[in-house]
T-cell receptor
Framework: DGGITQSPKYLFRKEGQNVTLSCEQN?????MYWYRQDPGQGLRLIYY???????QKGDIAEGYSVSREKKESFPLTVTSAQKNPTAFYLC???????????FGPGTRLTVL | KQEVTQIPAALSVPEGENLVLNCSFT??????LQWFRQDPGKGLTSLLL?????REQTSGRLNASLDKSSGRSTLYIAASQPGDSATYLC?????????FGKGTRLSVIA
């Protein structure tokens, strides 16, 4: 059953802690993306990767880090440097940079 | 910098009505435009993708048009149903990944 999975669905973090959000795809897509969504807002791009071992910053990369060691996986770490991390995080993938993006179900992160 | 605007921000209609959602963008040099649906607390589902060379795309009761020169797209929903209630997001593709609008929250009342 092909698709994009994100885990966990809900995540709670204490201030000052780093947390890592998982994103896995079995669609054999080269490109993967991380977006952040705040209430009543559109999606804003955090990081994207067009190929293994390569990634680029998006519009709001500060306080976040990523890795792309495998084609299937693109984990996002929210560091303590991110001042307002409470949000809904969405991962997506596409065959290449030009093609339709397919989205995972999202992870809701809450900072306590 | 590309900006995408969606009007209205929210819309409530009775079941059976035909409706139009609007999307505008500031830079017409786009590769394509996509319409997505998002249910509360869920990820996005792609509805329609229009390449820059195309004028419209249709899928079932949905029809999306693109006027690249004026920087506008519309999503037409025919014979609306309560199951259409969701937020609809428009996004444009340039050399960088998608730029999203803030969405239109649609409620279809039975």
């Amino acid at each position: 059953d092909g698709g994009i999975t994100q885990s966990p669905k809900y995540l709670f973090r204490k201030e000052g802690q780093n947390v890592t959000l998982s994103c896995e795809q079995n669609l054999n897509h080269d490109a993967m993306y991380w977006y952040r969504q705040d209430p009543g807002q559109g999606l804003r791009l955090i990081y994207y990767s067009q190929i293994v071992n390569d990634f680029q910053k998006g519009d709001i990369a500060e306080g976040y880090s990523v890795s792309r060691e495998k084609k299937e996986s693109f984990p996002l770490t929210v560091t303590s440097a991110q001042k307002n991390p409470t949000a809904f995080y969405l991962c997506a993938s596409s065959v290449n940079r030009e093609d339709t993006q397919y989205f995972g179900p999202g992870t809701r992160l809450t900072v306590l | 910098k590309q900006e995408v605007t969606q009007i209205p921000a929210a819309l409530s209609v009775p079941e059976g009505e035909n409706l139009v959602l609007n999307c505008s963008f500031t830079d017409s040099a786009i590769y394509n435009l996509q319409w997505f649906r998002q249910d509360p607390g869920k990820g996005l589902t792609s509805l329609l993708l229009i390449q820059s060379s195309q004028r419209e795309q249709t899928s079932g009761r949905l029809n999306a048009s693109l006027d690249k020169s004026s920087g506008r797209s519309t999503l037409y929903i025919a014979a609306s149903q309560p199951g259409d209630s969701a937020t609809y997001l428009c996004a444009v593709k340039e050399t960088t990944p998608l730029v999203f609008g803030k969405g239109t929250r649609l409620s279809v009342i039975a």
